[in-house]
């Protein structure tokens, strides 16, 4: 993709699952591509050395997302080897069950620290250098569960539900700074945090049925639409949510 040869792409959550996909997408296309992790730093260095290899190149940062400190390293990381950041992917998040009635404060906060809290953190991070640039692209990964709820799920529904929220908000702001903001809203995607479910023999037959298209998505199916957001072909998409999850949900 033209557009993003020589781009600087910052991905949090980019060790593995759909934050890797995507990184390695970016590294294809000729971006420059920085990573975030939070412990599994194996993980993230077997992802930097695929695209190394491959020709690419892709900076390490260890960074928890939902500490305002580690972010602000990390931002200031990426910056000091590459100069500026051209594109946010904020993708780092967590998937845990929390029924209501027995669900903790503890559950609670660390669900909407990570997935909600993480968010802001970087796109108020970049958003003055971006500003200064006078060009940027933001996509934050949201869910269908932001969409539509998710039992036994509600404080990641909420999560995701905020930054779809806090994606339009902050999208009209700096839309007049040439900053383009919107997210990917995936349904079902083979990952390791969703491994467990789909691997239940009793659960898996009904989550397939569930989606028109009749499967689970993978980590690839994701990255073509983050791309796009970053690319100029989406200068005029301001605030959106683009669904990808094989028609199960539908807005």
Known sequence: MEHLKGKVVLVTGGSKGIGAAVAKGFAEAGARVAITYRSDRQS???????????????LVVKARVERH????????????????????????????????GSMTERQWDETIDINLKGTFFFCNGVASLMKKQKSGKIINISSTAGQRGEPFHSHYAASKGGVIAFTKSIAVEL??????????SPGWVETEMTEKVLKDPSIRPEIDKAIPRGKVGTPADIVGSVLFLASDLSKHIIGATIAVNGGSVLF
């Open 175 to 184: 839309a007049p700074f040439n900053i383009n903001v919107n997210t990917v």
């Open 69 to 100: 400190r580690d972010v602000k390293k990390a931002i200031m990381k990426v910056i000091g080897v590459y100069n500026k950041i051209d594109v946010l992917v904020n993708n780092a998040g967590i998937w845990k069950s929390g029924e209501i």
């Open 44 to 58: 993230a260095k077997d992802c930097a050395n695929e695209i190394t290899h491959r020709n690419g190149e892709c």
